[in-house]
């Protein structure tokens, strides 16, 4: 499976962003999808995962009334609705699928490169 997330890029405080992870591999749809992003000189740390149906999600504390993942399984893809941004979610955000160690740890056996979301104050 290869994973490529787009989508990031410069938003003011209480903008929203809308990443994209896509995803080759007839494989995809059988997948828990997670999101994790890592702030300069910080920690990878888990922001968001959805299970294969989309019928569970799972997020940080910090992004539950805020962020939404999502998922179409049909285009191969999950999503991460942004809203209300704060310049604490600066960071690269990176797509992940098939965690080892369940949605939320940070072992997963398929990443895509990040892509970068810059929140202004």
């Known amino acids: 499976v290869q994973l490529q997330a787009s989508g990031g890029g410069l938003v003011q405080a209480g903008g929203s962003l809308r990443l994209s992870c896509a995803a080759s591999g007839r494989t995809f749809s059988s997948y828990v999808v997670g999101w994790f992003r890592q702030a300069p000189g910080k920690e990878r740390e888990f922001v968001a995962a959805?299970?294969?149906?989309?019928?569970?999600?799972y997020y940080q504390d910090t992004v539950k009334d805020r962020f939404t993942i999502s998922r179409d399984n049909a285009k191969n893809a999950v999503y991460l609705q942004m809203n209300s941004l704060k310049p604490e979610d600066t960071g690269v955000y990176y797509c992940?699928?098939?965690?080892?160690?369940?949605?939320?740890?940070?072992?997963?056996?398929?990443w895509g490169q990040g892509t970068l979301v810059t929140v202004s104050s």
């Open positions: 959805i299970s294969w149906s989309g019928s569970r999600t």
């Open positions: 992940a699928a098939d965690p080892r160690n369940g949605p939320q740890g940070r072992s997963y056996n398929y």
